[in-house]
Every structure is written in structure tokens, then in C-alpha cells.
């Protein structure tokens, strides 16, 4: 097991440097961010020396060491908007993305486990339809559209929810909702097949033989087998979260990194998106990596040599 | 008992308010407007950025030595009068007991102070050019200063309104960083609290050297989606909004609640034929140039695709100073482009590559295609090079953006022809893409002619030149649309700046 914790760790701190270095390169082949900063009437003299303040003048490799000098210490300089360290910024960022991702995450594996469940146990009903068009549905469904359709419905025909920001547990719902059905049509799915799998085995067949009861059967025989490969999929949708997060923030106006991040890119702020990036990908790495941990503890069958 | 006490306070507590509110209902304001702008403003502090976003902020809490009225001219505003000594000397008195939000008074060493900062290469304003004509700022005493220039400058009352007085002792006091998240100004509001990319809290100066604001609290709400802006608008979760896109109007004036008024702004659009002075391409030939200006139907494109929403237009923005009703853009004639293209020696026509971006433009991508259309027609045969609007000045700034690009620019506020000639048509400025020495001598002039009359006349001629040398396409002036809640009383600005002080509920 530590032998295994270890190779994994040293490969994760390769990822995350590979990454580092990959958007240093894509950051500075497109564009320059000075341009966009200095009215039109400014003198190339007034350019240049904006530049050189900035550091933009020198070699590209010396700011490419200079970079990942200071990525070690967790500094990823000011905002070229703002001077506001970048990792302030982003760390500002954190709680309004952790809240809506978490929200998002539990509502996906509620319902998802659950209608998945109702869905294998009642195979080729009419139930078992409905959970699969809710899947075909909520998978098909664009996450902008789904979002806007709320709005209107929710805030300006039946005025029951605030249409954008973030605030209390009512400007959460409608996020929440958007970023779930992104990830339920996965967790149903597989919750369905994997259960519909396990019913057919023979311990269960043993259990329905002793006369017990279905709750228990689902709980204490399925549901812990049926754990592990939900975890996995929970735990790789980390990055889809992320990933629909950018598309709901943006449409919901909710204050997260993905917000964020969609701002410094059309401002060209390097730094915050070097930040974003970086922290973004490191910690779907991270939480990756954690998913490998759990899955040993879930499952003493699985060694690790 | 406990209980009653409670209620017996709270009782007394409403009946005070009311009170209050029934005797001072004329002058204390009251109520709360929503504003909403796409994009976070980057920093409070007005001298650190160019952006439209912190600008629409920057003006509730900070004042300049000039305004804008709502006519659009500028007028004395923290100054009380100016003198003109000479050319390149300017005497400024000031308001007395005008105070910043902290206390501290305002007077001339808040002027030179401001100015200073602006200029000092420390400060990294990207707001220099609005200052780089001054020499030194000279305090006369409490209440006056002198401003030496280098040049004579007509513009610099123009100039001048763009930047914001800071105040001294605070920003030496606290430091840069901390006033760039807690900005203190002489303007009609107090800055309260700014939750980064959701919202900014202001409230109402009571102090303020105009008048009390009718609006107690003003908040500006960022909304980066289109969709949502409108249907946060119609919801009533915020009262005003801008850039309403031609397709959303009707729904907005469906709702009896709301209304929808459009505004002629600043901003306007050209195709530049950048290539104009290269000897190798067929633009460098005047008749060339006009053959595509004549082949262009610009009106239609403004009432077919952009709703509207714009006006034909030549060099400058109607409403720019120095504009010449009299240069009209070019008609509609096919026929005589063709003509033009066969004496050119073009009669096959020839490619052509136009670079765009759509930023800040209604249906950009509609609007280049129909100039494909158009251009096509008459023989050109035209391929559309999209630029994501990042980066997209570097890419002209490098004499990437050639034979042909598309701009569009809001003279950063400045009501005067000056801001397209300099930039664009003095030879030596990065986008000045065509020029000639006439033309280098008549811009020359103008920019330090102080009679407005004769300076009229310069801009006129050079108006006249530019339109018979076609170096552009010459396309149209931008109007805005903005949504509001009906019960607002305010009147729409073309500079693009709004302001809660100029906002009340109608009675």
C-alpha cells in the first residue's frame, strides 16, 4: 500500500509540473496583454514602458523560470488587471464554487443512486422508462439552455427564485439543479447497470432465499458492493463539475472560479489564469488520488503491491 | 413583559422613522436602483485601468475638475471657473468646501496631487495619455492652480474629465492597495462594499457639493450573460440594464413595468483598407477605394441586420466636435463601382481578406458577411479572417490585419474629432494605416488651435480629404439600448456613462 501511495504521488507531482509548464506556453503564444491595456492614443513609448514594469520585456525563458520559481512557493504574481496577487484572487473564488459543486454533487448522487436503484429493480416497467428518459433527457440537455429555461420560469413568470447571484439557499437551487442534471444521466446509468448486475448474483439469491426482506437486501448486500464503482465515477466527475461549473456560473452571474476564469481569459490576465488552471487541474489530480485511497478502504480486496 | 417591551420598542423605533421620513421626504433620499454591468470592474481606483466596467463605477464615487453635462458639453465641475492666460498656461479655481468621503478637504493640492500621480511612470496609469500634454502643476494657493502645458492643447478641457481627484493624505496614509478596494472620492456616492464578481455597494453622500442624491442605495450587479441581464430585467431583480440586443426589445416592451429607450453613443464602425499606401495592392488605388465604398449599402445593413441600430456615417461620429454634416457617406451604386474597378484596371476584381472581431458590435458576423455579399458583386472576391477580440489590436498594431480590417471605437469618451484624426491618419501614430502630408499638416493645426471656429474649418477639410480618399469603408455610428424599470426618472447618456445621481423615481 505505501509502496503504491508513493509511485502514485511522484506521478502526481509530475502531472502537475507538466501542467504548469504546458500553460505557461499556451498563455504567451497568444497575444499581448499590454495592447489591451493602454488606450489607443498611447505612444510606443508609453507601451514599452508599461511592458518593461510589467515583465513582459524579458526572454521568454528567464519568465518561464522566474514562473515556476515562484509557482514552488504558491505565487503565481499579480493580476496584470489589478495588482492583486492571482492565488488571492482565486482563493476568493473558492467557497462560492466549493458550495455550488458540492450542492450539485450530492443532488447528482441522490438522485441519480436512487432513481438508478427504483430503475434496476423494477426492470422493463414503466418506471424503469421513465428513469431512463429522465437519463436521455438530462444528457441531451444543453447546460445554458437548461439554465435559462429556469430562469424564466422560476424568476420572471412565477417570481419564486432570484434569477442570478449568490446569496442564501434560495439563489443556490437553480444552479444546484443545472449543475445536477449534468451529472446525473452517468451516475443513474451506471447505479442501474451495476445493480442490475448484482441482483442476478448468487449471494442475493441466497438472501431472497431466507426470506429477506428487499430494504435489507438493497442496503446491506447491494448497496456496498454497488458502492465502488459509483465512488470512481463520483470521484472522475470532479473535473465534469468543474467543468459545467464555468457554463453555470457564467449564466447564473454566481461569483465562482469558473466566472472567473471565463473573465481573465477575454481580459487576457495571465496570471489568474495560469492560477485557475493549474489549482483546477491539481486538484482533480488530488481528488483522483484520494478516490484510489477510498476505493482501497471500501474494498479489502483490493491490494496494492 | 420582556416581550412587550420589545414590541413597545420597535413600535417607537417605526413610528421614529416614519416620522423622519414624512418631515424629509423632499431632500433625504431614499430607495434602492439595481445597475447591471457585464464584466467586474478590475480595481476601485480610477487611475489604474481604461475599462468601461470600472468607469461606470469610478463615476459614482469620484468627481473631476470638468463634467459632462447631460448635453454632452463639458462644463466646470469640481473647478469653479478657469482662465486662459496663454496658450500653454491655464489658471483653475476651485470649489470651496468640497470635502472627500473621509473628511479630508479638496483643494489644489488634491489637484496636483491627482494629476502628479497620473503622470509618474511609478503608478503604471494606463490614463497617461490623457495627461501627457502637461508640463507642471503649479499651486497658487488653497483654491487655485495654474496647469503648464507643452503645447497649446483645445482638447485639454476634454482631457481633463476623464480623470479622477484622489485624495492626497488618505492614499499616502493607506497606500495604493488598499484604496483599490476601498476608494474614497468627493462624488455623489460612498462606496460601501464590493463583493468581487457579484456586486458593488454604494450609498448616497449627503454632503455631496451638487445636492443630495434622490437614490439612497445604489447597487451594481455584475451579470456576465446576455440572456440573464434581460431576464433579471424582467424578473425586477434589477432596474436598469444596457446593451439590450435588437431581438430582446420587444420583450422588454411588452412588460407594462418596463420601458426601452435607445441612445446614439460614441462608438462607431469602419473597415479599414490598410493596404491604402502599399504600392503592390490594388487598394492603392483612390478609384479602387471608392469602387468598394460605392459597392457597400450601408443603410441596409443598419435597417436590415443591426435592427436599426446605427447611422451611416463618413470620418467622424455625428457627434463628435468638428463633425461636417456636409461630407456625406458615400450611395449605394454598384453600377459605378464596377465603372470605377474597369478604369482601375480591376474590371475581374481581385481577393481580398477582411479581419474582424466582433466585440462591442450587433451581429458582427452578419454585418462582415453582408460586405462579402456586397463586395462580391462587383467582382472582389472577399475571405472573412474572425479574431477573438483578445489580442486583436496587437494583431493591427503588427501589420497583421492586412489588406482590410474591421474597428470599432468609442473615442474613450472624448467628444472630438481629434480622437479619430490623431490616431488613425497622423503618420507616425501605430494605426494611422493611410496619410498624407496635407493631411499630416492639417491635423497638425488643429491640434493646437485654440479657436474653435478655425479648428472647425481644419476638421472640416480633413473630413472632405479623407472621404475622397477612401481609405476606409465607411460604415456607422452605434446606438444603445437600455431596459428600465418604468418608475425611473433619468435621461440616457451618449457618452455611455451613468450615473444614480442623475436617477430618481418618478412621482
Same mark, same amino acid.
Given at each position: 500500500m505505501g509502496k503504491y501511495l508513493l509511485r502514485n504521488l511522484v506521478q502526481l507531482i509530475l502531472v502537475c509540473f507538466g501542467v504548469a509548464s504546458l500553460v505557461f506556453m499556451l498563455v504567451f503564444i497568444s497575444g499581448d496583454p499590454v495592447m489591451l491595456m493602454v488606450p489607443m492614443t498611447a505612444t510606443p513609448e508609453e507601451i514599452q514602458n508599461l511592458r518593461v514594469a510589467m515583465g513582459l520585456d524579458k526572454p521568454l525563458w528567464v519568465q518561464y523560470l522566474m514562473y515556476m520559481s515562484r509557482l514552488i512557493r504558491g505565487d503565481f504574481g499579480n493580476s496584470i488587471r489589478i495588482e492583486i496577487p492571482a492565488i488571492r484572487l482565486f482563493l476568493e473564488r473558492v467557497p462560492a464554487t466549493l458550495e455550488l459543486g458540492v450542492a450539485g454533487m450530492v443532488l447528482a448522487t441522490i438522485i441519480g443512486v436512487s432513481v438508478g436503484i427504483i430503475s434496476a429493480m423494477r426492470r422493463d416497467t414503466w418506471i424503469d422508462a421513465i428513469g431512463r428518459i429522465l437519463a436521455l433527457g438530462s444528457q441531451s440537455m444543453p447546460v445554458f439552455w437548461l439554465a435559462l429555461m429556469l430562469i424564466i420560469i422560476f424568476s420572471v413568470y412565477l417570481k419564486l427564485l432570484p434569477p442570478f447571484g449568490r446569496g442564501g439557499i434560495k439563489e443556490l437551487i437553480m444552479p444546484a439543479i443545472t449543475l445536477a442534471t449534468y451529472n446525473i444521466p452517468l451516475i443513474l446509468r451506471l447505479t442501474r447497470s451495476t445493480f442490475f448486475d448484482i441482483i442476478h448474483q448468487d449471494y442475493i439469491r441466497t438472501a431472497r432465499a431466507k426470506g429477506l426482506p428487499d430494504w435489507v437486501i438493497v442496503y446491506q448486500h447491494i448497496l456496498r458492493n454497488a458502492a465502488i464503482p459509483i465512488i470512481t465515477v463520483t470521484g472522475m466527475n470532479f473535473g465534469r463539475i468543474l467543468g459545467g461549473a464555468i457554463i453555470t456560473e457564467t449564466v447564473f452571474a454566481w461569483p465562482g472560479v469558473g466566472l472567473l476564469t471565463v473573465d481573465a481569459i477575454f481580459t487576457a490576465d495571465y496570471p489568474v489564469i495560469m492560477a485557475s488552471t493549474v489549482i483546477l487541474v491539481v486538484s482533480v489530480v488530488v481528488v483522483n488520488f484520494l478516490t484510489d485511497i477510498v476505493y482501497a478502504i471500501l474494498d479489502p480486496r483490493i491490494k496494492y503491491g | 413583559m420582556k416581550k412587550m417591551w420589545k414590541t413597545l420598542l420597535i413600535a417607537l423605533f417605526l413610528g421614529f422613522i416614519w416620522g423622519w421620513l414624512i418631515t424629509d421626504s423632499h431632500s433625504a433620499p431614499f430607495g434602492k436602483v439595481t445597475f447591471v454591468i457585464d464584466s467586474d470592474a478590475p480595481t476601485m481606483d480610477p487611475h489604474k485601468h481604461a475599462e468601461r466596467s470600472g468607469v461606470t463605477v469610478n463615476w459614482q464615487i469620484f468627481d473631476s475638475i470638468m463634467f459632462r453635462n447631460n448635453d454632452m458639453k463639458v462644463v466646470p465641475g469640481l473647478a469653479e471657473s478657469y482662465k486662459i492666460i496663454t496658450p500653454t498656461l491655464i489658471q483653475i479655481n476651485l470649489r470651496k468646501n468640497v470635502q472627500f468621503h473621509n473628511g479630508e478637504p479638496f483643494n489644489a493640492r488634491a489637484v496636483k496631487f491627482s494629476l502628479e500621480r497620473v503622470l509618474d511612470p511609478k503608478t503604471k496609469s494606463p490614463r497617461v495619455p490623457s495627461v501627457n500634454w502637461l508640463k507642471s502643476v503649479e499651486i497658487v494657493d488653497d483654491y487655485t492652480v495654474k496647469l503648464n502645458l507643452i503645447n497649446p492643447h483645445p482638447l485639454w478641457m476634454e482631457d481633463l474629465h476623464n480623470l479622477a481627484m484622489v485624495p492626497p493624505k488618505y492614499l499616502q496614509e493607506k497606500g495604493d492597495s488598499y484604496f483599490a478596494e476601498n476608494p474614497v472620492g468627493t462624488g455623489p456616492y460612498k462606496f460601501v462594499k464590493w463583493t468581487r464578481g457579484q456586486e458593488i455597494q454604494l450609498v448616497a453622500n449627503p454632503k455631496y457639493f451638487k445636492g443630495v442624491p434622490r437614490i439612497e442605495n445604489g447597487i451594481i450587479k455584475i451579470i456576465p450573460d446576455a440572456s440573464t441581464k434581460v431576464a433579471a430585467l424582467l424578473s425586477g431583480a434589477v432596474d436598469l440594464i444596457r446593451g439590450v440586443s435588437p431581438e430582446e426589445i420587444p420583450v422588454i416592451k411588452a412588460n407594462p413595468n418596463l420601458r426601452v429607450s435607445t441612445v446614439p453613443i460614441l462608438r462607431f464602425q469602419w473597415f479599414y483598407l490598410?493596404? *491604402?499606401?502599399?504600392?503592390?495592392?490594388?487598394?492603392?488605388k483612390k478609384k479602387v477605394r471608392q469602387a468598394i465604398n460605392y459597392a457597400v449599402n450601408v443603410q441596409e445593413i443598419v435597417d436590415n441586420i443591426v435592427g436599426g441600430l446605427g447611422t451611416p456615417t463618413v470620418v467622424l461620429n455625428p457627434m463628435h466636435f468638428g463633425f461636417d454634416p456636409a461630407v456625406k457617406p458615400y450611395p449605394y451604386d454598384p453600377e459605378k463601382a464596377k465603372a470605377l474597378l474597369k478604369e482601375a484596371g480591376y474590371a475581374q476584381g481581385f481577393d481580398m481578406t477582411i479581419h474582424y472581431t466582433t *466585440?462591442?458590435?450587433?451581429k458582427g458576423d452578419e454585418v462582415c458577411q453582408a460586405i462579402q455579399a456586397y463586395l462580391g458583386r462587383v467582382g472582389i472576391k472577399v475571405k472573412l479572417q474572425k479574431w477573438s477580440p483578445t489580442g486583436y489590436m496587437d494583431i493591427i498594431k503588427g501589420g497583421r490585419a492586412k489588406p482590410c480590417f474591421g474597428l470599432n471605437w468609442g473615442s474613450f469618451g472624448v467628444f472630438d474629432g481629434d480622437a479619430i484624426l490623431t490616431p488613425f491618419f497622423r503618420s507616425g501614430q501605430q494605426y494611422a494605416f493611410f496619410h498624407t502630408p496635407e493631411l499630416d499638416k492639417i491635423i497638425d493645426a488643429q491640434r493646437q488651435e485654440m479657436d474653435p471656429e478655425k479648428r472647425k474649418e481644419l476638421m472640416s477639410k480633413a473630413q472632405q480629404i479623407i472621404r475622397e480618399e477612401a481609405p476606409w469603408i465607411f460604415m456607422y455610428a452605434f446606438k444603445t439600448v437600455e431596459g428600465a424599470n418604468a418608475k425611473l426618472d433619468y435621461k440616457s447618456r451618449s457618452d455611455e456613462i451613468f450615473s444614480f445621481y442623475e436617477i430618481g423615481f418618478k412621482k
Open positions: - | 490598410s493596404d *491604402a499606401l502599399n504600392p503592390e495592392s490594388p487598394l492603392y *466585440a462591442n458590435m450587433i
